[in-house]
């Protein structure tokens, strides 16, 4: 998926490490094994570092929670993104890049990201931040469907979002952990759903263009 535009400042170096260290953690241990402490020795970092930065668990989690978006923001280079006139080709090029990267060179990034989701799911509190983090992402998501001629944005960033979390859980947690798909076969199946979904647009719209010529002859 395109990546989301961090939406705060950059952190310093150090919570930028403790928060880096909290993923790599979160992804090796799962969420038993992100403590403080846990995160302090990873990091190679005096005791009481972490708690410093993040007094809480929660604090903790809101911090990496953050970085995570920071890190998926840098998946994509500016220049690597597709403008709404280069077409669904282009689009689902863009898609397939992310997705094999999250796979591929960030897999860490994608375990620890499953984790994060389900523990938000048993903490409201978590829940929130998470949501507000991923907020842009699904934002922009919508915009790039609008404009490659979307008639329902929302909800085709849904169906796109929920197919592309699905590919990447089945093949990082699931029964094809061991096998991703290349990049030129996440194209061939991205390229398929853009197109499923953008004719049904396409269609919509003639049927309604014809509607309005019928209503105004």
């Known amino acids: ?3 989301e535009k961090p939406s705060a400042a950059a952190p310093s170096p150090r919570t930028a490490l403790i ?9 090796e241990r799962g969420m038993r094994g ?10 190679g970092l005096p005791p009481g570092s972490t708690s410093n930065h993040a007094r809480t668990r929660l604090a903790l989690l809101e ?13 994509l280079t500016p220049a690597e ?9 282009a689009l689902a090029d863009a898609i397939a890049t992310v997705l094999h990267r999250l796979m591929v060179r960030r897999r860490e990034h994608t375990v620890a990201r499953f984790e994060l989701a389900l523990e938000a799911s048993r903490r409201p509190e978590l829940r929130a931040i998470y949501d507000t983090a991923g907020q842009g992402f699904r934002d922009l998501t919508a915009e790039l469907m609008a404009a490659a001629g979307s008639a329902e944005p929302q909800r085709h960033a849904l169906s796109l979002g929920a197919w592309s979390d699905g590919v990447l859980f089945t093949c990082t947690a699931g029964p094809y952990h061991d ?10 199946s991205v390229g398929e759903l853009l197109r499923g979904m953008l004719a ?3 269609g919509e719209a003639k049927t309604a263009g014809d509607r309005g010529v019928r209503a105004g002859g």
Request: zero cysteines; charged letters at 30%.
């Open 1 to 3: 998926m395109p990546p």
């Open 179 to 188: 096998r991703a798909p290349t990049r030129g076969e996440l194209r061939e």
């Open 81 to 89: 993104f597709p403008g709404p006139a280069e077409g669904i080709d």
């Open 63 to 75: 911090l990496t929670v953050r970085q995570l978006a920071r890190r998926d923001a840098e998946v």
């Open 19 to 27: 928060a880096d260290t909290a993923l790599a953690l979160i992804a």
């Open 34 to 43: 992100l403590t403080h402490r846990a995160v302090d020795e990873a990091a």
């Open 200 to 202: 049904g647009s396409a």
